[in-house]
């Protein structure tokens, strides 16, 4: 297998996860700061230009809640084996893309991003992310407060997913300080050996 990789949230879901079940993967980087996920060769893989995209043999697969299921399902470790379980997890995960990512890339590419490339933060999707985050982390709150995971008593793949949106969220300056339980659960995510092996950009 091979992970086409910046160390951004999204490719680091997968990174963590892999350290997590303890699977060898051949990394292969591309720089987003060159913009190298704009090559031709790399659109061939994903033709929307991001990153992370695995390969497994002569399957391709992008879309990090995508891959994370295919860990899931390929290994099977840290992912449920019921129907309702895995409907469970693809529950959570279609819940961060839709719900909780995009705030999180309006906090952080305007408040983190934007100073690397040296251009101006958009404030109105910075106050769009701030508005909207509130809701979708009091979700999470409620959830917490009846498992130590997301999936219940053990950490899943589904964790993996949250870890890297949760700590770049709170990189970008929104407060946890109202949502103890998600507080605690970032902490025990950033904790673990595996989140600590993958790599971060520099303050990340
Ligand atoms: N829905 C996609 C989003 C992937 C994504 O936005 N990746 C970012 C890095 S965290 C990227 O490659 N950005 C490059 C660009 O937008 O040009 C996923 O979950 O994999």
Request: proline letters at 7%.
């Amino acid at each position: 297998m091979k992970l086409y990789y910046f160390p951004s949230p999204n490719p680091q879901k997968i990174q963590f996860a892999l350290n997590e079940i303890g699977l060898e993967c051949e990394v292969v980087p591309v720089d987003l700061t060159k913009n190298e996920q704009r090559k031709p060769e790399f659109l061939e893989l994903n033709p929307l230009g991001r990153v992370p995209v695995l390969t497994d043999g002569a399957f391709t697969l992008w879309d990090s809640h995508a891959i994370l299921a295919y860990l899931g399902d390929k290994t099977g470790k840290l992912w449920p084996t019921s129907a309702a379980g895995r409907a469970d997890a693809l529950r959570w995960l279609f819940f961060l893309s839709g719900h909780i990512s995009p705030s999180a890339s309006d906090l952080a590419f305007n408040r983190i991003a934007v100073k690397v490339l040296g251009i101006p933060g958009d404030q109105d999707a910075i106050a769009r992310g701030e508005r909207a985050l509130p809701g979708v982390i009091q979700i999470l709150e409620g959830r917490l407060a009846s498992s130590k995971w997301l999936m219940g008593e053990n950490f899943s793949l589904v964790d993996c997913g949250y870890g890297p949106v949760l700590n770049v969220i709170d990189k970008a300056g929104f407060g946890f300080a109202g949502y103890p339980r998600v507080s605690a659960y970032l902490e025990a995510i950033r904790a673990r050996e595996a989140w600590r092996r993958t790599p971060k950009l520099p303050g990340l």
